[in-house]
């Protein structure tokens, strides 16, 4: 027969084990491991897959704010993270930033190309940033009101179904060399007003500026105007019905950089178009890309400027 003695011992371990694991799971919270690391998340079934970077400067009682980077279709996270230099960046900026990665390197961002299999198997690629949000906030101590999001190309216009899907869990978002999918207009009701920032160059040979059909044999879906899509947002957001316009060039007749505000919008949003004349699908300032993608330009740093306009604007 079991005597009182050892169920108290018992009941005494069991407490004690309990309070382990919770200054256990306090301390793996505060605890920002340096570096670069791959991770994954069971999301649909399906395993996803991530590169994070943090910072070894971080300071181990404060909640930082989360970048995610979004790649283009047909890239990877690594393939980002050279092209836009954003862990180089967090290291003196003091954040996290996370390139996640697409199911056959294709994001799910309402164009319906059925030749992509996250389309045409309907990835819930908005369900899995939302669930990677909650994992790496459960894990890492992370500033809920400071959670963003950027890509370029098929990443870019994913930023835009983010922006429509889950504003109430990021700040801002970021777009480069990305337009709305046609296909999302009629899902265009955001639950939140959110601060937007776009780069597009006019002669990009895959987005075109002015709308239509994307790639270069224009069998990957419609994208509206790069215009429209910065009025959308700024419409919803009640900006200023007229931007604010600065022209940003080295040579002052024949500006290469027109910069489009709208702002004063609700919560402080605003809506900032960055149009590139000239350029090509291109991340400026970024690594240089393949003639095939169009001109390069480098008079501004789009990662350092994303930063910057991230920095303006946390969620209320």
Known sequence: MINTGTYLAVFVLILLLIITGVALAEKS???LYPGDRTGTLIHQGIRRHYLIHIPNNLPRNQPVPLVFVLHGGGG???AIARLTGFSLLADSAGFI??????????????????RFRSHRKKIDDTGFISSLIDTLGSRLK??????????????????HRLGIELPDRLAAIATVAAALPENLLDRFQPAAPLAVLMFNGTADPLVPYEGGYVGING??????SVERTAELWAEFNRCAREPEQT???TNPEKPEIICKKFPGGIDGTEVVLYRLNGAGHIWPGGKRRPLKFGTYLATINATRIIW?????????
């Open 29 to 31: 919270k505060l605890h």
């Open 76 to 78: 990877n996270p690594a």
């Open 97 to 114: 930033v996370v390139y996640p990665e697409a199911v056959n390197r294709h994001w799910n961002d309402g164009r319906d190309v059925r």
């Open 142 to 159: 992370i500033d809920p009101s400071r959670i963003y999001a950027c890509g370029i190309s098929n990443g870019g216009m994913m930023c």
């Open 219 to 224: 069998k990957n879906g419609r994208v509206i």
């Open 247 to 249: 022209v940003i060039a």
């Open 308 to 316: 910057d306009f991230f920095q303006r604007h946390c969620r209320h």
